[in-house]
């Protein structure tokens, strides 16, 4: 069955740089979620998109956009990069029912240096 | 706003032995509770969730976990251990199946020979 893509899987980018992170949610799932995960922490949520619209927000910081295309899949956009935001991101999709429940990717990992 | 709570940062198991990893929840109604699980540097997999109806609920790689709405929980079980099986566990609450996750801090489960 096809699982939700994330790509890179690995990114390395320098202070101040800028990264883009790709997320191709299941078919026929309308709404992404993107979440960051520290070393060692759990999850947390950044933001998510129900039919190409922001749907809820959470502790994403200014220096961070994202946004969800026609075809569903969605980027999460990170300039001005700090060594505090080297973690795993991860995009989960989902089809808003409850039996389908979310499917998360396997996640990109960023590191700063 | 909903919150979880795992209570045990780590958990050591003799290879074999039972397995209960607590998680509590806090929502004013009943949310859509799910347990993941991640191996290092690695996604976040699903093993069960539950919505409503049978209050035990069976997920994969033989675990359950048991809804009980009086204490608030949602405890994830195995019978017998397997080495396979150490990684760091989530426990992750929605109000609805459209709903952001939020993940509790997650439980380290080791397994001992």
């Known amino acids: 069955a096809a699982g939700v893509i994330q790509s890179p899987r690995h990114l390395i980018k320098e202070k101040r740089e800028t990264a883009t992170l790709k997320c191709y949610p299941i078919p026929r799932h309308d709404t992404v979620y993107w979440y960051q995960q520290g070393p060692g922490q759990d999850p947390q949520f950044l933001i998510s998109f129900y039919e190409k619209m922001q749907s809820d927000k959470g502790s994403i910081p200014d220096r961070f956009s994202a946004q969800q295309f026609s075809d569903y899949h969605s980027e999460l956009n990170m300039s001005s990069l700090e060594l505090g935001d080297s973690a795993l991101y991860f995009c989960?999709?989902?089809?808003?029912?409850?039996?389908?429940?979310?499917?998360f990717g396997s996640g990109t990992r960023l590191t700063v240096v | 706003a909903q919150s979880v709570t795992q209570p045990d940062i780590h958990i050591t198991v003799s290879e074999g032995a039972s397995l209960e990893l607590r998680c509590n929840y806090s929502?004013?109604?009943?949310?859509?509770l799910f347990w993941y699980v991640q191996s290092p540097g690695q996604g976040l997999q699903l093993l069960l969730k539950y919505f409503s109806g049978d209050t035990l609920v069976q997920g994969i790689k033989g675990f359950e976990a048991e809804f009980k709405r009086s204490q608030s929980s949602f405890n994830l079980r195995k019978p017998s251990v397997h080495w396979s099986d150490a990684a760091e566990y989530f426990c992750a609450v929605a109000p609805s199946g459209y709903s952001t996750l939020t993940f509790g801090k997650g439980t380290m489960l080791l397994v001992s020979p």
């Open positions: 929502y004013g109604a009943t949310p859509y």
């Open positions: 989960a999709s989902s089809s808003g029912q409850a039996q389908d429940g979310y499917t």
